[in-house]
């Protein structure tokens, strides 16, 4: 008897195997034609759109002209060595000569100076050793054995420039003289400064005793800017006159401020004078107007008797800051950036379904304040890529903003992501694609 083929087939199943089948081969096609799609119609123009609001560079030159003054004219100074920088930025705004080294006289006691705030121990006693007590002057008068309040003879050391008070001072510190002088290279490498090198805590001339003009004015940015005792050291040198006693109560000290910049140029902080034989005379000075501190220090400006070329050079140094440069906001410059797309294996782009904001607060920690000059130009320059390749982790690179002036990088700023994507799998795919033709 012949069979019936047909008999036993199975129509329920055959029906789902071929609707199953039927839907894959849809589904590819489906997603080919919207790798198509996002390949050409998407890149053309979202991701065009993206490069366009995200360009590779910015001049903003012309938008910051308004606000910044002309340049001054010419001026001379007597100093044989000068720099005037920004105390924020640290940007050089005037230089003369300023990376030779020269000895530094007493300014080396503004490093001894911020050492002693850091060290942090202001009642420490301090015992006066001979060889203190032995130092020529200026000086205090110390004797051999007599105790002083350690906060009391920092005033003796920045407002009189007492010799014999600054070695009882690395003498506490550091052990000896030697070994405090150990520390103030310690704290000058640290703080990146190349030409720097102490013998001495109170600037006596000393073989290889010695600095730069551009360094001596880091020193000074870094005291009155960035030490932790920065306020401690502002007090101190703005402080006309101070009073104190030996700790015995036997004698009693008196010392004035002889920092004549201090009273003589509108918003002074002063700092500190130096003279010796060899350095000539020096001085390290600070005054803040419009927002802006500017640190000058001139170096050999002049020998006995021209003991006011130092107040001279001075005070043209911080008249040409303040006329020549005005302190910007830059990061009010900046455009808003858009999303860049995600893309999941190769060419596949997905970022139809997800792209990676630009945080803008991550550019700024608050605000970039910049002095600039009449012809200073600016580039914003953005390091953008055209997609990112999934998966993203949190904390991934994935653009780079700089500010570029007069050819120099002075800002730089990687942008992270601030959360993880996964790869795509086949599941978001169709997704995908079934609300673009279904929905």
Same mark, same amino acid.
């Given at each position: 008897?012949?069979?019936?083929?047909?008999?036993?087939?199975?129509?329920?199943?055959?029906?789902?195997?071929?609707?199953?089948?039927?839907?894959?081969?849809?589904?590819?096609?489906?997603?080919?034609?919207?790798?198509?799609?996002?390949?050409?119609?998407?890149?053309?123009?979202?991701?065009?759109?993206?490069?366009?609001?995200?360009?590779?560079?910015?001049?903003?030159?012309?938008?910051?002209?308004?606000?910044?003054?002309?340049?001054?004219?010419?001026?001379?100074?007597?100093?044989?060595?000068?720099?005037?920088?920004?105390?924020?930025?640290?940007?050089?705004?005037?230089?003369?000569?300023?990376?030779?080294?020269?000895?530094?006289?007493?300014?080396?006691?503004?490093?001894?100076?911020?050492?002693?705030?850091?060290?942090?121990?202001?009642?420490?006693?301090?015992?006066?050793?001979?060889?203190?007590?032995?130092?020529?002057?200026?000086?205090?008068?110390?004797?051999? @054995?007599?105790?002083? &309040?350690?906060?009391?003879? +920092?005033? /003796?050391?920045? =407002?009189? !420039?007492?010799?014999?008070?600054?070695? $009882?001072?690395?003498?506490?510190?550091?052990?000896?003289?030697?070994?405090?002088?150990?520390?103030?290279?310690?704290?000058?490498?640290?703080?990146?400064?190349?030409?720097?090198?102490?013998?001495?805590?109170?600037?006596?001339?000393?073989?290889?005793?010695?600095?730069?003009?551009?360094?001596?004015?880091?020193?000074?940015?870094?005291?009155?800017?960035?030490?932790?005792?920065?306020?401690?050291?502002?007090?101190?040198?703005?402080?006309?006159?101070?009073?104190?006693?030996?700790?015995?109560?036997?004698?009693?000290?008196?010392?004035?401020?002889?920092?004549?910049?201090?009273?003589?140029?509108?918003?002074?902080?002063?700092?500190?004078?130096?003279?010796?034989?060899?350095?000539?005379?020096?001085?390290? @000075?600070?005054?803040? &107007?419009?927002?802006?501190? +500017?640190? /000058?220090?001139? =170096?050999? !400006?002049?020998?006995?008797?021209?003991? $006011?070329?130092?107040?001279?050079?001075?005070?043209?140094?911080?008249?040409?800051?303040?006329?020549?440069?005005?302190?910007?906001?830059?990061?009010?410059?900046?455009?808003?950036?858009?999303?860049?797309?995600?893309?999941?294996?190769?060419?596949?782009?997905?970022?139809?379904?997800?792209?990676?904001?630009?945080?803008?607060?991550?550019?700024?920690?608050?605000?970039v304040n910049y002095p600039l000059k009449k012809n200073d130009r600016l580039i914003i320059k953005n390091q953008f890529p055209d997609h990112i390749n999934l998966p993203v982790n949190k904390g991934d690179p994935i653009a780079c903003i700089s500010i570029i002036l007069n050819d120099e990088t002075i800002y730089e700023k990687t942008i992270t992501s601030q959360f993880s994507v996964a790869k795509y799998n086949y599941h978001d795919i169709i997704k995908f694609v079934l609300e673009y033709f279904l929905i």
């Open positions: 008897m012949k069979k019936n083929f047909m008999s036993g087939f199975d129509f329920a199943c055959f029906s789902k195997v071929f609707c199953t089948t039927l839907l894959i081969i849809s589904l590819i096609l489906l997603c080919n034609i919207k790798r198509e799609f996002i390949q050409n119609d998407f890149k053309r123009d979202f991701l065009m759109e993206t490069i366009e609001q995200n360009p590779e560079s910015i001049d903003i030159t012309e938008r910051v002209y308004d606000t910044v003054s002309e340049d001054d004219s010419p001026f001379s100074l007597h100093a044989a060595s000068a720099c005037l920088i920004d105390a924020s930025s640290h940007r050089v705004l005037y230089d003369k000569s300023c990376d030779k080294p020269l000895p530094m006289a007493s300014t080396t006691k503004i490093m001894t100076c911020i050492l002693a705030l850091e060290y942090n121990h202001p009642e420490d006693s301090v015992e006066v050793s001979a060889y203190a007590a032995r130092m020529p002057k200026v000086k205090l008068g110390m004797s051999k @054995g007599e105790h002083y &309040r350690l906060n009391d003879l +920092l005033y /003796s050391l920045m =407002l009189e !420039s007492h010799n014999d008070t600054a070695v $009882a001072i690395a003498e506490h510190i550091g052990g000896s003289v030697e070994g405090f002088s150990d520390l103030m290279n310690k704290k000058a490498a640290m703080l990146g400064l190349s030409s720097t090198h102490f013998v001495t805590p109170n600037g006596l001339d000393a073989k290889d005793h010695h600095t730069t003009a551009k360094e001596l004015s880091l020193i000074a940015a870094y005291c009155i800017n960035e030490s932790p005792a920065k306020d401690l050291f502002r007090e101190i040198i703005s402080t006309p006159t101070y009073s104190f006693s030996e700790e015995s109560g036997r004698r009693s000290f008196t010392v004035n401020n002889k920092d004549l910049f201090l009273t003589q140029y509108e918003g002074a902080l002063g700092i500190k004078t130096g003279f010796t034989g060899k350095a000539g005379y020096c001085f390290v @000075g600070g005054a803040t &107007r419009n927002d802006m501190t +500017l640190i /000058s220090a001139v =170096l050999a !400006s002049g020998w006995p008797p021209d003991k $006011a070329f130092k107040w001279q050079d001075t005070k043209a140094l911080m008249d040409y800051g303040f006329k020549a440069y005005s302190v910007q906001e830059l990061s009010k410059y900046f455009p808003d950036y858009k999303p860049i797309p995600l893309c999941s294996g190769g060419s596949y782009c997905a970022s139809g379904i997800k792209a990676l904001p630009v945080d803008k607060t991550q550019i700024f920690d608050g605000s």
